[in-house]
């Protein structure tokens, strides 16, 4: 791959984006901010949503271009986001130096003629694993998915967020040039541990008791919530002022208020900071996942963590060290278990330094940046 010039023009594909959240999507933001506050020209090209403005330019200068006919309306509304796409490629692609499209699917297929069309560097990342990650969904759901793919795979380079991910990809297979291992990153700075001052005010003022066992993430079954509302009344019955504590929205918000447990609160969508740097315990009971975006944040918050035995889970998470990794079951067993281990007194003191040490170590958003500058073939500023 040749280089491009120091200041370079970046093109960000990805359906969703920031206001719409999910864990690519806050990868593909966190990747236009860098490249912005390091000079980048950036533009995001997504999927129209009710509400939100077709074009925008933020305050660090990221242009934002909203396609299609909006949201995930069915068949038609697919259709027009990738004519549309392919419209603007057609019309604007000469100026960009590189492309990243976060998550595989049919809009990489346009992608991919723009990696033909102009010969440069071309990068598509994965999400997570198993049968719900967007490569198996390719497969399984896209019309003609395994023949897209097959196309795509002939430009592309791929970024694995996990060793499971990228393994998944080597069994299609794909070439061992164009496959690349990059875990997720988390900013460093943003989330950090607080003193014993400042988690007393920051308690306080969120108006928790307690031990708090904290979950961050959207509420869609995937990430495992109803076994949470499982296990947590036996958790109660040993540790009675124990407080579970949900931040985050999705479609199940509605089922899961219903059926909340004694000592359980759902907080909706919020800063997770405050709450990171004010918990105990950090809990991700997922069923599936690529890198959690969540536990690196909770881990760089100084917090210890309960996950379930999934893809990037079981590498970021040292058993006994920095939390503990419980079988990946809807059994709540081996979950009580495991907040019983974490809720034990003096464990957030012992465990949760070695959790920041850990991401400090191989997480941290500068690193990543060097690495994907690196990838592109940009000079940084």
């Not at 019309?91 to 976060?102: E, I, Q, V, Y």
Request: aromatic share 8%; net charge positive; proline share 6%.
């Amino acid at each position: 791959m040749g280089s491009v010039e120091d200041m370079a023009h970046v093109a960000i594909v990805c359906r969703n984006y920031p206001p719409v959240w999910g864990g690519a999507e806050r990868v593909a933001e966190q990747l236009a901010r860098e490249l912005a506050c390091r000079g980048h020209r950036v533009t995001v090209l997504t999927a129209w949503h009710t509400g939100l403005a077709r074009r925008e330019k933020t305050a660090a200068g990221i242009e934002i271009a909203r396609l299609g006919f909006g949201g995930e309306a069915g068949k038609l509304s697919s259709l027009s986001l990738t004519l549309h796409l392919l419209w603007t490629i057609a019309r604007c692609g000469r100026a960009w130096d590189a492309l990243h499209n976060f998550l595989v699917s049919t809009l990489s297929v346009p992608c991919t003629l723009w990696a033909f069309w102009t010969n440069r560097p071309f990068f598509v990342s994965l999400g997570g694993t198993g049968p719900t990650s967007d490569l198996s969904q390719m497969f399984s759901l896209s019309w003609q998915g395994e023949r897209k793919f097959r196309f795509i795979a002939r430009r592309a380079r791929f970024i694995a967020c996990s060793s499971e991910s990228r393994d998944q990809l080597r069994a299609i297979p794909i070439s061992k040039g164009n496959l690349h291992l990059l875990p997720n990153p988390v900013d460093l700075k943003r989330f950090c541990p607080a003193d014993a001052v400042r988690r007393k005010e920051l308690r306080q003022g969120l108006n928790l008791t307690g031990p708090v066992v904290l979950f961050v993430g959207r509420l869609v079954s995937v990430k495992g919530l109803d076994r949470l509302w499982k296990a947590w009344p036996e958790v109660r019955q040993k540790y009675p002022d124990a407080l579970l504590v949900v931040v985050g929205d999705g479609p199940e918000r509605t089922a899961l208020k219903k059926q909340c447990p004694t000592g359980a609160r759902l907080e909706g969508a919020c800063d997770p900071v405050p709450y990171y740097q004010a918990a105990e315990l950090f809990v991700l009971p997922s069923r599936s996942e690529g890198m959690s975006l969540a536990l690196l944040e909770a881990m760089a918050c100084g917090l210890p963590v309960v996950a379930t035995d999934v893809s990037g889970s079981k590498e970021l998470v040292t058993d006994g060290e920095t939390g503990w990794i419980v079988e990946n079951t809807d059994d709540p067993r081996p979950l009580v278990e495991g907040l019983f281990r974490g809720l034990l007194a003096g464990v957030r003191e012992e465990l949760g330094p070695k959790a920041r040490a850990q991401v400090e170590t191989s997480y941290g958003l500068d690193q990543w940046m060097t690495t994907v500058l690196k990838l592109y073939g940009i000079g940084q500023a």
